[in-house]
C-alpha cells in the first residue's frame, strides 16, 4: 500500500528527500506521516498531517530542518530533509492512518517498508 524510496549516505549538513508513493483508495481520507527508528531505539514520529486540513506537524529534533508535503493527485508524500546530523540516522517508514492528526505508531493502518538514512560525521 505504500511504498517508501529516496534514502542513502549522506555526511552532516547534507540533504536527502524521501518519497513516499500510496495505492490507498481515497488518500485525502487519511493522515500520512513519517516515523524513523535508530538501531536499539523506539520507532519515533518524525512529521506529519492530518486528513481534516493537512498541515504538517514535527518533532522538536526536526523541526527547522524536514519539510513534509504531499501531492493527493499524485497520492504522495515527500520528506525533505536538511542540515542532516548524525542523529538522524535510522529507518524512516511512512505510514498511513484513519484517524485525523495521528502521532502515535499503534494508530496508524498502513506501512512502508522504510528505507536507510545514514549521516557520517
Do not use: H
Not at 2 to 28: E, I, P, Y
Not at 44 to 63: I, L, N, Q, R
Amino acid at each position: 500500500q505504500l511504498q517508501a524510496s529516496g534514502g542513502g549516505s549522506v555526511q552532516a549538513g547534507g540533504s536527502l528527500k524521501l518519497s513516499c508513493a500510496a495505492s490507498v483508495r481515497t488518500f485525502t481520507r487519511y493522515s500520512m506521516a513519517w516515523f524513523r527508528q535508530a538501531p536499539g531505539k523506539e520507532r519515533e514520529f518524525v512529521a506529519g498531517d492530518g486528513w481534516s486540513g493537512f498541515t504538517v506537524s514535527y518533532s522538536d529534533s526536526v523541526k527547522g530542518r524536514f519539510t513534509m508535503s504531499r501531492d493527493n493527485a499524485q497520492k504522495t508524500v515527500d520528506l525533505e530533509m536538511n542540515s542532516l546530523k548524525p542523529d538522524d540516522t535510522a529507518i524512516y517508514y511512512c505510514a498511513a492512518s484513519t484517524t485525523d492528526r495521528a502521532t502515535r505508531a499503534r494508530l496508524f493502518d498502513y506501512w512502508g517498508q522504510g528505507t536507510q538514512v545514514t549521516v557520517s560525521s
